[in-house]
C-alpha cells in the first residue's frame, strides 16, 4: 500500500510528528480543561484529534466521541450526528439499543444500518425548539452517565458550521449543556480561525473563555523530512535530500499538499526518486487541476483575479496596500485592494498566515504564479 495517506488517520506509523501537540491536547484532557483546535484547512486537526484518540483507546483510560459537523445544516442534523456518534461507541449492541429506547422523553430514534458497512445510523425527527432542547440533553445525558464509569472525551469537529444553523440559538443551547457535564471533556476543532476566534473570545458570547485555544501550524521542515526520506527508505526507495527539500518548499509544508505529491511520487514505479521525477509529478498535478482552476476564474471579478495572480506572483505579501505592490501589479488604488482582499479571504481563496497573506491553496498557487 501507498505510505503517504491523504485521507483520514490509519496508525502512528502513517502519521509525522505532532508529538508535542499530542502531549498538550492530552494534557489538557487529563486535567478537565476543554480545547478549542485551530488551522488551516487540510493542516492535520482531524487527523491530530485521531492520534489522541489513538493513545487513549491505547491506555484504555477514556472513552472517546468524535462527531463531524461539516456537512449539517441545521440544529437536526446536529443532534442525528451526535447520536449516531454515542451509538457508535464501545457498547454491546443489544445494551445500546436499551439504553435508546429508554433514554429520550420525547422523540424516539430511527436506527439503521448500512447494508454495506454494518454502521448503525440515528435519526430524530425534531419538529419543534422544545424537541431539540429535550433530545439534546437526553443525549447529553447519556454521555454523562456513561462518563461515570470512564471519563469521556468529546471531538466536534467543524464546529463553526453551528453558526450556519438557523436556530440561532444553537451556542447557547450547547454552552449550557456543556458546562454542567463532569467528567467529559470537549474538543472543537475548525479551521475558520475568525468565526472560531470570535465564538470563543467575545465576551458577549456563550463560549466565551469557556475553551483553551490551541493554533496547530505546518510540521517543522526537519520533522517532515525525515519522515518523509524514512517512509521511501522503508519501502526500498531512495529519495535526494535536494527532492524532499523542493517537495515542502513547493507546497510550504502545507500537510495535505505534501503528503498528495509524496503519495504521486511513491506510485512511480522507480526505486530511487530524483529532481526530474519531481518536476514531472508536481507539473502533472497542476495540469490535472487546469480546469477547476479556470473555473476558479469565472467566480471572480477581473480585479480579484489580478489580486490573486499578484499574491501569487510574491509568494506572500505582507504589506498588501503598499504602492509598490500595487503600482508593480496593478491593481489600481488601496481601497479596491482592500474590497479584494476581504472577499478573497471571504471565499476562502488567500489567507493571513502570521503576518502575510497567501494563496490559499499551495498548488493553486504555484499554478497562478505561471500564468500571465
Ligand atoms: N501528521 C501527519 N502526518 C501525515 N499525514 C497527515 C498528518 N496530519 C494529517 N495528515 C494527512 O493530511 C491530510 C489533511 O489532514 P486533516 O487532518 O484532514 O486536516 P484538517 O482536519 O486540518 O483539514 C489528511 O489526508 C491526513 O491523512
Ligand atoms: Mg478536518
Known sequence: MNPFIIKGYLSPKYFCDREKETTRIQGAINNQRNLTLVSLRKMGKTGLIFNVFN?????????????DIYHTENLQGFINQLGTAIFRMRKSFEAKLKEFLHNFRRIRPLVTVDPMTGNPSLSFTITSEEDARQTLEDLFAIIQYRSQKMPVVVAIDEFQQINNYPEKNTEALIRGLIQNMHNVCF????????VLAGMFTDAKR?????????FLDEIPFDEYKHFIKATFGKNNKDIQDKVVEKILQWTRSHTFYVQYLCNKLFEQGTRSIDETMFYEVSGDILENNNTFYYEYRNLLTTHQWQLLKAIAKEKYIENITS????K???????????????SLMEKEMICLIKYGYYVYDPYFSRWLEMQE
Open 187 to 194: 474538543i472543537f476543532s475548525g479551521s475558520n480561525r475568525t
Open 328 to 342: 508593480k501589479h496593478n491593481l489600481t488604488n488601496p481601497s479596491t485592494v482592500r474590497r479584494g482582499v476581504q
Open 323 to 326: 504602492s509598490s505592490f500595487i
Open 55 to 67: 493513545e487513549l483507546k491505547l491506555g484504555n483510560t477514556h472513552e472517546t466521541l468524535y462527531l
Open 206 to 214: 456563550p463560549f466565551y473563555q469557556s475553551t483553551e485555544m490551541m
